[in-house]
């Protein structure tokens, strides 16, 4: 119940027109018309959710900073969150398991704490999604404030 995009190498142009090359950037501002009862997921925060009718929203995500094309990621399916106390991290997976990701929701922050004081560079993302997709066509892909993985 989860689809997710799949750019690398240059699968952005087969989506939309684009320069799809590594060295070229571009801001993204995204929208994405789902089911009511499903999340919607991308590079920034949620910008609003908005009704169309009773069983489909509009959900428009925060511009993205300039990135390559093959960066950005939707993801869309019918999935839970566990979010870190901090609330800049959420960890998503399919209703009812959650809790196989609660390890990694309180790791996770102490990690990126550790690497930002150890190279004195604040983690440069208002947040972090995690996203685990089954049958992803790819082990893991970090893109710019959502990962995916299967």
């Known amino acids: 119940n989860t689809v997710a995009t799949y750019f690398e190498p240059r699968g952005a142009r087969t989506v939309f027109p684009c320069w799809d090359e590594p060295g070229?950037?571009?801001?993204?501002?995204?929208?994405?018309?789902?089911?009511?009862?499903?999340?919607?997921?991308?590079?920034?925060p949620i910008k609003e959710e908005v009704p169309i009718d009773d069983e489909e929203v509009l959900t428009t995500f925060k511009k993205t900073p300039p990135m390559a094309t093959y960066q950005l990621t939707i993801v869309v399916g019918l999935l839970e969150g566990l979010t870190n106390e901090y609330k800049n991290m959420t960890y998503w997976i399919q209703p009812g398991q959650t809790e196989q990701l609660r390890f990694n929701a309180e790791l996770s922050p102490l990690i990126v704490s550790a690497l930002a004081n150890y190279t004195g560079t604040p983690f440069p993302l208002p947040k972090l999604d995690t996203v685990y997709v089954y049958d992803f066509p790819a082990e893991a892909i970090e893109h710019w404030g959502a990962i995916t993985f299967s």
């Open 24 to 44: 070229l950037k571009a801001e993204f501002s995204i929208g994405v018309r789902h089911k009511a009862n499903y999340k919607a997921i991308s590079n920034m």
